[in-house]
């Protein structure tokens, strides 16, 4: 719906109101017309992000003042520490070195390579501004929170504090964004579902992966993936915005 068909709609429902305020109803027209990104598409992600904002506040907070989410996340850790096997340990090891720093960082500079020969040099930046981003948030929330680890059922040793888990931030971050260009690069319905699922599983396996090793809590996780999410959505705002303007600039 273009925005003077809202326009209209909403004078129709409002009546009075609307006459009495027609910047509030335009306003309002914008935000909710689908002709353009910065209308509706902008707010759902602007909705969803104070809504991941939100979440991990609470998050946090239940950690500070120690509520049921401490018990919950020592429970699963030491279940999952009891059930543990030795080859499934492994399989985890080497898929939680996929949200590590280097494994990341050589991802964005092959991801840089090919989005240069692509000619995309706009999603160059919008890729380091994300996980500079990023990687600065985990690391003021580790610093704020001051967290310990699970040291005693870790599957190997870690350093640094525990939340918010910078492999899962990391990896929604990075696997999101890249999963998001290129299934906006596919035509098939086939291809999107495919490389959608992949880069969700992928982001899964890395978050539980640390849990599984013994080396992050549950709720280090979750705040991992809603830090991560935030910043994909800002990563997906700006390529939606990179884009509209040039096609704008095309026409």
């Known amino acids: 719906m273009t925005t003077n068909q809202l326009q209209h709609y909403l004078h129709r429902r409002f009546g009075r109101f609307a006459t009495r305020y027609p910047d509030l109803v335009r306003w309002l027209a914008e935000r909710l017309s689908t002709e353009q990104f910065k209308g509706l598409p902008l707010t759902l992600l602007a909705g969803l992000l104070i809504i991941n904002v939100l979440t991990l506040s609470e998050i946090a907070e239940n950690l500070v003042n120690s509520e049921p989410m401490v018990q919950v996340d020592q429970g699963l850790t030491q279940w999952l520490f009891q059930a543990r096997r030795t080859s499934v340990s492994r399989t985890f090891y080497v898929l939680t070195w996929l949200g590590s720093g280097y494994v990341t960082v050589s991802f964005t500079l092959l991801g840089s390579f090919v ?137």
């Open 115 to 251: 989005l240069y020969r692509q000619k995309k040099r706009r999603h160059i930046l919008i890729l380091w501004l994300l996980m500079a981003g990023v990687g600065l948030f985990v690391q003021v929330g580790k610093r704020t929170f001051i967290r310990q680890r699970p040291t005693l059922v870790a599957y190997y040793p870690e350093t640094g504090y525990s939340f918010p888990s910078g492999h899962s931030a990391t990896a929604m971050t990075l696997y999101g964004l890249l999963g998001y260009w290129l299934v906006r690069g596919r035509r098939r319905i086939r291809s999107r579902w495919l490389v959608g699922f992949s880069a969700v599983g992928l982001i899964l396996l890395v978050g539980f992966s640390r849990i599984y090793l013994g080396v992050h809590f549950l709720s280090d996780v979750l705040g991992g993936y809603l830090l991560g999410a935030c910043w994909l959505m800002v990563g997906i705002a700006l390529t939606e915005w990179q884009r509209t303007n040039h096609l704008a600039n095309e026409t």
